[in-house]
T-cell receptor
Framework: SQQGEEDPQALSIQEGENATMNCSYK?????LQWYRQNSGRGLVHLIL?????REKHSGRLRVTLDTSKKSSSLLITASRAADTASYFC????????????FGSGTRLLVRP | NAGVMQNPRHLVRRRGQEARLRCSPM?????VYWYRQLPEEGLKFMVY????????ESGMPKERFSAEFPKEGPSILRIQQVVRGDSAAYFC???????????FGEGSRLTVL
């Protein structure tokens, strides 16, 4: 069954505003990752946060992880039109397989 | 350093035909993953392979689908006797170890007529 579920499913904001996307998951994890996918393209890794970390930054990205609530959030600050894409969270479970399980994604539209 | 290479990028098959999708991982990567994506949906895990070994195929349909990653050459996802429901984008990803960031190819888009 699908592990991560993103919220909202779609988000439309004005350029310059911040975008926040949330992800919930069900089982214990080793790490949680966020990926970006432009329409018709492959996925690009954005950031990885380990289960013993609570917050991580990378440029305009800020990721938080709350293992007690089994949730994560991705914040994109000062958004740009080029940030328009689908964003997926993915969890690596604590079983031995190391496979990533992806959520259904948030489609972000940044209006110029 | 070339990324993950998938071919073909687009493939059209008629019902009952076979589809073969190829994936060459990044140089130095020995772990390969295949995922399927339907329009407007997330990626569904299919199979995880290392060289000459299937590690986890829990996401593979029991029939018609098979995957391999031989000692030499690309990983291949094979779909026999395709049906319309097999139409999707199939993504391959690789990693240098079994954990952490995955590097994705651009996908192979299969259309079954």
């Amino acid at each position: 069954s699908q592990q991560g579920e993103e919220d909202p499913q779609a988000l439309s904001i004005q350029e310059g505003e911040n975008a926040t996307m949330n992800c919930s998951y069900k089982t214990s994890i080793n790490n949680l990752q966020w990926y970006r996918q432009n329409s018709g393209r492959g996925l690009v890794h954005l950031i990885l946060i380990r289960s013993n970390e609570r917050e991580k930054h990378s440029g305009r990205l800020r990721v938080t992880l709350d293992t007690s609530k089994k949730s994560s959030s991705l914040l994109i600050t000062a958004s740009r039109a080029a940030d328009t894409a689908s964003y997926f969270c993915a969890t690596e479970g604590m079983d031995s397989s190391y496979k990533l399980i992806f959520g259904s994604g948030t489609r972000l539209l940044v209006r110029p | 350093n070339a990324g993950v290479m998938q071919n073909p990028r687009h493939l059209v098959r008629r019902r009952g035909q076979e589809a073969r999708l190829r994936c060459s991982p990044m140089k130095g990567h020995s772990h390969v993953y295949w995922y399927r994506q339907l329009p407007e949906e997330g990626l569904k895990f299919m199979v995880y392979l290392q060289k000459e070994n299937i590690i986890d195929e829990s996401g593979m349909p029991k029939e018609r689908f098979s995957a391999e990653f031989p000692k030499e050459g690309p990983s291949i996802l094979r779909i026999q006797q395709v049906v319309r429901g097999d139409s999707a984008a199939y993504f391959c990803a690789s990693s240098p170890q079994g954990s952490g960031e995955l590097f994705f190819g651009e996908g192979s888009r299969l259309t079954v007529l």
